[in-house]
Structure formats: C-alpha cells, structure tokens
C-alpha cells in the first residue's frame, strides 16, 4: 500500500474483521510507523458484507476503491479509479485481477483487457467484476443501503459483491469493467482440492446470487433467461450446486420472515 502513488488527500481503511491472530497489533504499528493516513475499523461479526458496510461508515470520500488482504493493488489503482469516475453516471467499475504468484491455480483472477460498458437492468455474471478489484461512487453504496450482511466470505454465500452490482444496475445506475484498474491477487491455492474447495463455495454463492435477483421484481426477468441458459451449459455438478445455494438461500430467508 505504501507504493500507491497519488497526487491528492486520500485514506486507506483496514476492517479487522474478527481476527485471531496478531493482525490487530501489526494495524496499530502500521499505523504509527508508515501509514498516517489508515484508519482501523474493528468488526467482531464475520462476514465481508459485514466488513464492507463497517469500512465504508468509516471513509469519507466520494469514491470506494476495495480490494482484499490477499492482493497487491498496482502503483497508479487509485488515480485510474478518479479517471473512470469522471463519467456521472458511473455508479460503480472494475477492473482486472492477475495472479501475483504463477504457481497458484488459475482462479480468483479476471484477465480481460477490454473494456465493458454495464448498462442498468443488464444481467451481471459472477466473476465480470470481481471484489477483490472494485469501486463505487460513495453517494451509490448509500442509496443502496449498503452491502447484504447476510452474504459474503464469512457466510455461507459469498456474493455480496455482485450482489451490490446487480441491485445497482436495477436502481438505475451505470457500471463498467475498466482493464486499466489492476491488482494481483496472491490467494496461495496450490493443489487441486484446494481448488476445488474454493470453486465449490463460488458455486453455492452464485446460486445465492441469482436467487436474491429472481426475487428482485425489476431482474426477475433478465436473470431467469440467462441463468437458465447458464445451468444448461454448465457441468451438472455446477449447475447442481448452484441450485443448491439458491435453495439454501431462499430457505434461509424464508424461516427468518417467519421468525
């Protein structure tokens, strides 16, 4: 973080979500050795919507730049982000993930470098913009009441991140894939079950995903058609589990209606 080069005010915001180990005493000397301008939020409660919304109370400029614990941003992600941004009517971008280690499997990652216009109500696939590599118009999380707190790494659907770009495509707004923000995601998975491991709970997530959207009025249609295109074309194993997460979810949200 300490090689981001900007030419303006800005503040890096670290969610302490729950940790265990020694990570709330490496903030603290962080903080009072190299980085003046980070700003430490704690949240108990596990969960990346969780954490998400606990950042984004704590910042105060106008745009949102996330990324994780596990990736490197590049030198120039935050004035790459101010140049997307000029265009008003973006409510939220991405851009590409790279492996920061050639020896870790092939997945986590978005590699295309071209750019990709969203148009408000279009079908979002999991994955296009990953959460590793995001950014909002903060004035767009605020009228979107925030990231789900029910969904993310933490939960059983990790999804919160599409989920907030499907919900505000349907408000209205514009997004893009801009190749030009980048970061390298060092995830460290090396063998094939721990691959598989990962792809398994993306799977789950993105039944979640496509669920809560069929339950969204103004997607309903939209998803439908194309998750049903998807399930077709996907392994069986896949679409199964996708199935699955979006039974999960459902039911999940049901018993806590009813509750």
């Known amino acids: 973080m300490r ?18 180990d020694g990570t709330a005493g490496l903030l603290r000397d962080l903080r009072g050795e190299f980085l003046p301008q980070l700003i430490v939020v704690d949240e108990p409660q596990p969960g990346l919507g969780r954490a998400r919304n606990a950042g984004v109370r704590a910042c105060r400029g106008e745009l949102v730049v996330f990324t994780d614990d596990d990736c490197y941003p590049s030198d120039d992600l935050l004035p790459m982000a101010a140049e ?18 050639p020896t870790d499997r092939r997945i ?22 990953n959460g590793a590599n995001m950014a909002f118009r903060r004035s767009s999380l ?20 599409v989920d907030m770009l499907a ?32 792809l398994r709970s993306y799977d789950i997530g993105r ?16 998803y439908a058609r194309s998750w049903w295109r998807s399930l077709r074309r996907a392994r069986c ?16 949200m049901w018993s806590r209606r009813r509750a």
């Not at 295309?112 to 913009?129: D, L, Y």
């Not at 009228?143 to 991140?161: H, K, N, Q, R, V």
């Not at 039944?207 to 939209?222: H, I, S």
């Open 3 to 20: 090689r981001l080069k900007w030419d303006r005010d800005w503040e890096l915001v670290v969610v302490n979500n729950g940790s265990t």
């Open 84 to 101: 997307v941004f000029k265009d008003p009517t973006l409510g939220f971008a991405g851009g590409r993930v790279l492996l920061y280690d």
């Open 108 to 129: 986590g990652i978005q590699e295309r470098t071209e750019r990709r216009e969203v148009r408000p109500g279009e079908f979002i696939p999991a994955g296009r913009i």
């Open 142 to 161: 605020q009228a979107a009441g925030g990231f789900d707190a029910d969904l993310g790494a933490g939960t059983p659907f990790p999804c919160e991140d």
């Open 167 to 198: 919900r505000l495509s349907a408000a209205g707004w514009n997004g893009a894939y801009d190749p030009r923000l980048v970061v390298h995601h060092h995830h460290r998975r090396k063998t094939q079950a721990e691959a598989q491991a990962l």
């Open 207 to 222: 039944g979640a995903y496509y669920a809560k959207c069929l339950l969204n009025p103004t997607l309903r249609q939209v």
């Open 237 to 252: 194993t896949r679409s199964l589990r996708e199935i699955m997460g979006a039974v999960r979810y459902v039911a999940r």
